[in-house]
């Protein structure tokens, strides 16, 4: 054997160093259940800030390769800057720190409906959780109105397809031009405790899913909804605060509900604070004009705060709820507070077809509308409580609200029949405090506050609903407003 020289040594030595840098740690490090992604050199997979997606896409892969392992976690605090989608698979949790930020690299140049956090599969994966850290959609460094319009599809944080239990929470996703959540095609969606902040489309987008859930996120809406799904069932949309920024190309309402073919049924908002929407705070509309009214319908939106929604001075389709084509919805125990437009209102926006052929109708209870103002375009004839533009096809069942001082009135082509039009005596209408003022209590959020007055909307609800939940004395009868068969509902002023 000819004896290897120290240069020969060194040599053999560095290559060998080199093939161990390239082989993941993971494999070595850290135990079952989770892998760790860091910045500073202490993970099983370590990025440098540049194309970051090569490691966390290693890492994701070493994950789907060996079932002992569920998890990913990026660690912070560091950003790490991507420049290709990130591929999840079956049984995956993604998290990270709250430190921990993925950010799209400055011109992409990604081609629509490409997004950053994807499935693995084209066929679909399942069991999927993202949870805990920060999504910087770069707006700044990749908007362009031509080529990367804000709300055509580019750069959605995530978009599965054929996924099924999918579950969203504790993330800060903010500044894109896309959807938050963008999920089509799945079973089992849970979106909750995120913070949303001026994305490009929508915090949460639905399309022919079943059994989503969107719950305790705070959302600021900048070119569409805040939450929004189509052609969806058994929906529940609810505890959730939803703003819009003031924008030149926002426009979309708080929440989106659309219906363009098949059946819409089991759709529940309800316990929303909904405000400064630059389009109406609610809308509900059906694309299909031909279909009967057995195919959207039951709707039920309740307990919701709205205020101010509807600030768009270019659109004349605003309010608190805009609805067409949608049966029997069922909007009780709101409170509608300085909406543009009209607080509740059936219409469809200019553009959009309303020539219906079944008749569909809405049952208005229990809420309270107060200072529904002019809209900004077209003001002339507008500020009404409640308003019925499509009378031809749709009617209002309206009963035991409270209305009062709307600019125009209180209805326009539709009538009451036992509501009350006096001042409701809120506990703090500046503060937005829509609570009601009683001399047997009312609730301030730690305790009990008696007031030398009584809301005249104490104990004057439709007599039929339940108010097995309001505390005694309750006066055996439901109160209207927000807080109306809450724990929280003021007690009678009896």
Known sequence: MIPMSKREFGLLLLVSCLILASVPTALCQSPAPTVYVAGDGSGDFNCDGKDDHVQINQALKFVADNSEYTTVHLKGPFTYVINNTLLIGSNTILEGDSTAVIKLVDHAGWVTMKPLIQQMSSSGNNNIVIRGFEVDGNHDGNYDQKKYPKGKGFYNVMYFLYCNNVTVYDMYMHDGLGDGLRIKYGKNVQFYNNKIYKLGHDGMFAIQCQNVEAWNNIITCRTNSGLRIWNSNDVKLHDNFIDSFYDWSAGGPGIQVEKSSGAMDDIEI???????????????????????????????????????????????????????GFHDTLIENNVFDSAYNVAIVSMSPEGFFSNYTSEYTTIVRNNIIVNTQKRTKSPSGTGYGIANYLPETHSFEIAYNCLYNNSAGNYKDCTSKADIHIRPLFVDQENHDYHLQSRGGSWNGKTWVKYKVSSPCIDTGYPSADYSNEPEDNGNRINIGRYGNTIYASKSKH
């Open 270 to 324: 309800y316990n929303n604070m909904i405000n400064n929407t630059y389009g109406p705070g609610i809308w509900l509309f059906n694309y299909d004009t031909s279909a009967t009214k057995d195919e959207g319908k039951n709707v039920y939106i309740h307990h919701n705060i709205f205020y101010d929604t509807g600030t768009n001075p270019s659109i004349t389709w605003v309010g608190g709820i805009l609805g067409s």
